[in-house]
């Protein structure tokens, strides 16, 4: 069984640029979360895709957004990066209801 | 506002000595509470869900538990290879079935 896969693992970005992290989910899960972790805090929740609709969003701004595809797979796209993006972003899939399963992430850093 | 603080921020113990580390909640309404281990550079492993007061679940040297206001994560014996950051997470009755984090306690278990 193949666990949640993200790429890429590291990205070095600058102010104002766009970015795109892409994640594959677990085989037979159906919703996908994100979450930002800034060093030495808990994971923060960005939102979150349930058959390609979002189904809930975390106190982030528009300029965060997302996709799931018919494959389950999600992308997070972040639009005029700022310093404060630079973070640890993290995808989870799961089962509706079941726990969530993550991956190891995307180091961000913006300079 | 839901809140989740978990204690202590840092724990150091000897090899076999064993201890218990907390997460006290506030939410509005607990659909679950979630235990995760998060190594460095990695992303979160799922390790136990909890759903109502009194449950326990064990798994090796790992025991949870759970009351109306608080989770105990306790570590029998534990041994270097335990050393990590215990994250501990609640999902609420309300929104989307997203997963509020606390800071986490960074165990360190000396040889």
């Known amino acids: 069984e193949t666990g949640v896969t993200q790429s890429p693992t590291h990205l070095i970005k600058t102010r104002g640029q766009q970015v795109t992290l892409r994640c594959s989910s677990q085989s037979g899960h159906n919703t996908v979360s994100w979450y930002q972790q800034a060093l030495g805090q808990g994971p923060q929740f960005i939102f979150q895709?349930?058959?390609?609709?979002?189904?809930g969003r975390g106190n982030f701004p528009p300029r965060f957004s997302g996709l799931q595809f018919p494959n389950y797979s999600s992308e997070l796209n972040v639009n005029a990066l700022e310093l404060d993006d630079s973070a640890l972003y993290l995808c989870a899939s799961s089962l509706a209801g079941g726990p969530q399963h993550f991956g190891d992430g995307t180091r961000l850093s913006i300079l | 506002e839901d809140q989740v603080t978990q204690s202590p921020e840092a724990l150091r113990l000897q090899e076999g000595e064993s201890s218990s580390l907390n997460c006290s909640y506030t939410v509005s309404g607990l659909r679950g509470l979630f235990w995760y281990r998060q190594d460095p550079g990695k992303g979160p492993e799922f390790l136990f869900t909890l759903y109502s007061a009194g449950e326990e679940k064990e798994k090796e040297r790992l025991k949870a538990t759970l009351t109306k206001k608080e989770s105990f994560l306790h570590i029998t014996a534990p041994k270097p290879e335990d050393s990590a950051t215990y994250l501990c997470?609640?999902?609420?009755?309300?929104?989307?079935?997203?997963?509020?984090f606390g800071t986490g306690t960074r165990l360190t278990v000396i040889p």
């Open positions: 895709y349930y058959r390609e609709e979002e189904n």
């Open positions: 997470a609640v999902q609420v009755t309300t929104g989307a079935n997203n997963l509020f």
